[in-house]
């Protein structure tokens, strides 16, 4: 990595100035064609130059060009650099889903799903963004009569389409899902964590 990626644990954001931990930065690294790259795994070798792990934050460092001060050297951000980001960690969390689902941590279908909850074995629950609002709420309403005040600690994603989470889970019409406890759902869920927060979403 380049002088600027050691210099302690912390990073300071490009676009706003803020610091924080690796973690909830993305790292960018420059081509050797000059093309302002993603580097979200931090291998890439190089000076690097960290932006908050937000879109907007991503968008303003793509707008006002600060790439080219923190690589010191011309630097060409394409402009849809954020769709872009937001592209790769949804393209990552849908990997690590499907190694849940290899894994034998994935409950799929509203059935099965309903069935889990009342078992009260699963750490979260999956709705596809195109779910039926009725299906998602009929979900809920079990999820939080069935686990009460503990219903919080059962994350909900609603992240993917559909079509997505049939890719990922090498089934088709997948509109709800649940995750059992295991390594690879809290691995998972960290990814999925990361996309919410960079799309700024809950």
Not at 9 to 16: G, I, L, S
Not at 90 to 103: C, D
Not at 166 to 178: F, W
Request: proline share 4%; hydrophobic share 45%; charged share 30%.
């Amino acid at each position: 990595m380049g002088e600027a990626d050691r210099d302690g644990p912390e990073r300071t954001c490009a676009a706003t100035g803020q610091k924080g931990p690796p973690e909830a930065m993305i790292r960018f690294c420059l081509s050797p064609e000059g093309v302002v790259t993603p580097d979200l795994k931090r291998k890439l070798p190089g000076r690097g130059v960290w932006v908050s792990a937000r879109k907007t934050a991503v968008d303003q460092a793509a707008k006002k060009q600060v790439f080219a001060r923190g690589f010191k050297a011309a630097a060409q951000a394409p402009p849809d650099l954020a769709g872009q980001v937001e592209r790769l960690l949804e393209q990552e969390a849908l990997q690590f889903l499907a190694i849940v689902n290899k894994a034998g941590l994935v409950v799929a279908g509203a059935f099965k799903v309903e069935e889990a909850i009342r078992g009260g074995a699963i750490v979260a629950l999956i709705n596809a963004s195109d779910a039926a609002k009725h299906g998602v709420e009929r979900i809920e309403r079990l999820v939080r009569t069935r686990f009460g005040a503990m219903a919080e600690n059962v994350a909900r994603i609603n992240l993917f389409s559909s079509g997505q989470l049939d890719l990922a889970l090498g089934r088709t019409n997948v509109i709800h899902a649940a995750l059992r406890e295991g390594e690879a759902s809290a691995a998972f869920l960290k990814k999925a964590r990361r996309l919410a927060d960079y799309r700024d979403e809950d």
